[in-house]
């Protein structure tokens, strides 16, 4: 089924009028026509000719079948919504063909050989062509989402083209060619980096749209996707540039992309990407949190996501979070960073009890400790809910009980309510999880208050005996009104 005349090297270019300019050791496009000086009848008749074409997948990679195609996905929301769906119809047939092909012959292909280079430059050709529509729609696609109504969002789609199903018929269609041993057609089984950009590029911005986030089975193909690339296309550093600049931009991906990095670790066993991603939000100047403050409030929610789900990640990164402790004002990067701290130290360095990690404990503990007394009344507040959650995992050695409860004792005068109000849980929550606390003596703790109690009623100057009485006629009254 190979087209036998050579083929020149399909370039992925930058831009799509890159095709049109003369380059002798690369594919060019020949002829660009503008749809708009083309009846419909016309477009229809060329489109049906390049279908034809595409019996044969590998005819893409001549200009009879590729010109077509690219000038009408070039000016594709110009058109007609039957001639999308035709246009994309012919584009996706024929790539199906093409990855139906492959599943019969690219194990016996070499990268050195003819063969492997025209299925190259065929897949090259199909995935641009893709891209370039796939690209267009779905940034029109956020656009919308950021007006939608209820009338609109109620409102049937057309009936010719409707991108929210064709974007489902794109992923699966990439999902058909990455299931593909493709890198094998490349030499050192390596694909070029604008290739796999190319993939990479529909596939986060599909993720830009909330829309396509609350679809768990659509987010999660997308997920899986992106997963094999990093996994066998060399993505890893791009993945987790591309999470590092996309996070302050889009607040709804802070939870999604804590959830895609645990699935990079656990399926795809690539745990560097989330270390990565950790490093990179800690070399981030203090300053640009302090000056966008939503871009920090979503990095915070990312930090604390996945330190509930990759804590041993965040263990790996420790060095580098601690630096964001310094973030000046920016109190919620030091609050996020104080989660994590909690996470690791009610999970695995509570669970796996190494000499190393008994002093990793011991450090985030003096953090903890220092962090009560903090310059943010927010952080103050953050650290004590922390001591909080330790006391209740029963993950405080008991040799820093006696530190944690004068800790919140002295923020019982904190000028901040909610601070007074934490500090006044986390003394509940020592003595309610204290380990010796069914070995006490209530008598011997009884008339140490009554002694206490006596010394408080001698400062303020009152009777003892008539406190005592006063409280039983008020607790009476409440009876009796109740």
């Known amino acids: ?151 609109s969002k109620s409102k049937a789609p057309d009936s010719e083209w409707s991108w929210e199903h064709e974007r489902r018929v794109a992923v699966g269609t990439l999902s058909q060619l990455l299931a593909l041993d493709v890198p094998r057609l490349w030499p050192m089984s390596c694909p070029e980096e604008p290739f796999v950009n190319l993939l990479t590029r529909f596939l ?36 987790s540039t591309t999470i590092v600049h996309m996070l302050p931009h889009f607040e709804h991906l802070a939870e999604p992309f804590a959830d895609m990095l645990k699935l990079f670790a656990d399926t795809y066993t690539t745990p560097r990407v989330a270390q990565d991603v950790l490093r990179e939000i800690a070399r981030i100047d203090s300053a640009d949190f302090a000056q966008d403050t939503s871009g920090a409030r979503s990095y915070a929610a990312f930090l604390s996501a996945v330190a509930e789900r990759l804590p041993t990640a965040c263990l790996g990164a420790l060095s580098q979070l601690l630096e964001l402790l310094d973030s000046g004002e920016a109190y919620t990067m030091r609050n996020a960073v104080l989660s994590m701290l909690g996470a690791m130290l009610t999970s695995v360095l509570l669970t796996e009890r190494t000499e190393s990690n008994l002093r990793t404990r011991d450090q985030l503990l003096d953090i903890l400790e220092e962090r009560i007394n903090d310059v943010s009344a927010y952080t103050r507040k953050c650290s004590l809910q922390i001591w909080c959650t330790l006391a209740s995992a029963r993950a405080i050695p008991i040799t820093r009980m006696q530190a944690a409860m004068d800790g919140a004792v002295l923020r019982l005068e904190d000028k901040s309510s909610l601070v007074r109000k934490q500090a006044l849980q986390l003394t509940a929550a020592l003595m309610i999880n204290n380990p010796f606390g069914s ?15 006596a010394k408080l009623c001698t400062i303020l100057g009152v009777d003892p005996a008539e406190v005592a009485a006063a409280n039983d006629d008020e607790a009476k009254e409440d009876v009796e009104e109740g």
Not at 224 to 230: E, H, S, Y
Request: hydrophobic share 40%.
């Open 1 to 151: 089924h190979l087209v036998t005349m050579a083929t020149l090297d399909f370039v992925v270019p930058t831009e799509p009028d890159d095709l049109l300019e003369c380059a002798s050791s690369s594919f060019m496009v020949a002829i660009c026509a503008d749809p708009a000086d083309i009846s419909e009848y016309n477009q229809l008749d060329m489109i049906n000719e390049a279908q034809q074409l595409l019996h044969d997948p590998y005819q893409i990679t001549q200009n009879s079948a590729f010109d077509v195609l690219f000038s009408f996905a070039r000016y594709f929301s110009t058109l007609k919504p039957a001639v999308q769906l035709k246009v994309w119809k012919a584009i996706i047939q024929g790539f199906k063909s093409l990855c139906k092909e492959l599943t019969k012959t690219i194990e016996s292909m070499n990268h050195g050989a003819s063969d492997a280079a025209q299925a190259r430059n065929a897949i090259k050709m199909y995935a641009y062509l893709i891209n370039l529509i796939a690209s267009g729609q779905e940034s029109q696609a956020v656009k919308s989402t950021k007006h939608i109504t209820k009338k």
């Open 439 to 453: 070995k006490l003596n209530a008598g011997t703790l009884k008339a140490s208050y009554d002694e206490e109690y």
């Open 204 to 239: 986060y911005l599909t993720l830009e749209n909330p829309e396509v986030v609350k679809d768990k089975d659509l987010r999660q193909d997308v997920f899986d996707l992106l997963g094999a690339l990093v996994q066998k296309y060399n993505h890893a550093l791009g993945a």
